[in-house]
């Protein structure tokens, strides 16, 4: 059965709410969507600290920015009819797969 540990739940949750913050910065016009977006960063970072304290910095950092690159790069294909590279894709894959063996390796 599939379980995670507090620690991984603030990965998850700094990552998802990364996402969000990415997408409001392509579609925030207005001064309270921007203030939404601040909030989501405090948010976001709040998760990041936490994390942290119990997984390596560097591990969570390197999660983070990869499901971050990762994330801007789906939500621009998919929400924005960006076209992507077989050389993009092909990069994207190397930081899934790093980011999957990250999380095995702090097994």
């Not at 405090?42 to 600290?49: A, K, M």
């Not at 304290?53 to 621009?76: C, L, N």
């Not at 924005?80 to 797969?97: G, H, N, P």
């Amino acid at each position: 059965m599939f379980s995670v540990n507090k620690e991984w739940a603030f990965v998850m949750l700094t990552c998802f709410f990364e996402l969000c913050w990415i997408l409001g910065f392509s579609i925030a016009t207005e001064l309270w969507q921007w203030l939404i977006i601040v909030s989501l960063i405090i948010v976001d970072f709040t998760f990041l600290t936490n994390a942290c304290r119990a997984i390596p910095t560097g591990t969570v950092y390197a999660i983070f920015s990869g499901v971050g690159a990762v994330g801007a790069t789906v939500i621009d294909i998919l929400l924005f009819d960006k076209e992507i590279k077989l050389i993009q894709l092909f990069f994207v894959a190397l930081i899934i797969i790093g980011v999957v063996q990250l999380k095995r390796a702090d097994r």
